[in-house]
């Protein structure tokens, strides 16, 4: 069974990067298409970029092209999200998300990284 | 404003039907069959209950069915039970270029 696991909580201020960590265990990263999903407080789930195997690159949506990056460690077996120029705006809960067993939909999740950004 | 439209509430009592729609494009919704919903309680992480617009993973009850008729696609949930009480969120792929677009969500009351 895949499981997903975070890092913790982090407090940032304005101006700032982040860089939220998603461990996999009980299979192997390169096997997994990760995808990161966030939610500011009391909104909705907004999709903010992962790994199409299609073409083996990772995309990015719009909305965050120029300040997110999405990285992988195979040694550790563990993604990363980086979002840089970090305001207000950016406070929310960050999850990472695959497709191991579906290959269409987001079937496992991890437990969520809360960021605040305040000054 | 979300790229996939639903209603922000619903509400039912228990053992009542309720359906949740979602409304895209022919860009998402009205051109793939890769439409999955997922339920998320409060403080959790969402959890899959609907993929490929009506598939039901493994475990997930069969009160839970989904179904798709042009740009809207639809989640419904029969025999309502007070732990169905959360919110909702439907998905779409949308394209090479946006990739995947989510809802606004719903949140089910359980009167």
């Known amino acids: 069974q895949v499981q997903l696991v975070q890092s913790g909580a982090e407090v940032k201020k304005p101006g700032a990067s982040v860089k939220v960590s998603c461990k996999v265990s009980?299979?192997?990263?390169?096997?997994?298409?990760m995808h990161w999903v966030r939610q500011a407080p009391g909104k909705g789930l907004e999709w903010m970029g992962g790994?199409?195997?299609?073409?083996?690159?990772?995309i990015y949506a719009q909305k965050f092209q120029g300040r997110v990056t999405m990285t992988e460690d195979t040694s550790t077996d563990t993604a990363y999200m980086e979002l840089s120029s970090l305001r207000s705006e950016d406070t929310a809960v960050y999850y990472c998300?695959?497709?191991?067993?579906?290959?269409?939909?987001?079937?496992?999740w991890g437990q969520g990284t809360m960021v605040t950004v305040s000054s | 404003q979300s790229a996939l439209t639903q209603p922000a509430s619903v509400s039912g009592s228990p053992g009542q039907s309720i359906t949740i729609s979602c409304t895209g494009t022919?860009?998402?919704?009205?051109?793939?069959?890769?439409v999955s919903w997922y339920q998320q309680h409060p403080g959790k992480a969402p959890k899959l209950m609907i993929y490929?617009?009506?598939k039901r993973p493994s475990g997930v009850s069969n009160r839970f069915s989904g179904s798709k008729s042009g740009n809207t696609a639809s989640l419904t949930i029969s025999g309502l039970q007070a732990e169905d009480e959360a919110d909702y969120y439907c998905?779409?792929?949308?394209?090479?270029?946006?990739?995947?677009?989510f809802g606004g969500g719903t949140k089910l009351t359980v009167l």
């Open positions: 998905c779409s792929y949308a394209g090479s270029s946006t990739f995947w677009v």
């Open positions: 022919s860009s998402d919704v009205g051109s793939y069959n890769l």
């Open positions: 490929e617009v009506s």
């Open positions: 009980g299979y192997t990263l390169t096997e997994l298409s």
């Open positions: 790994f199409d195997p299609e073409d083996g690159e990772t």
């Open positions: 998300a695959t497709d191991w067993w579906s290959s269409s939909a987001f079937d496992i």
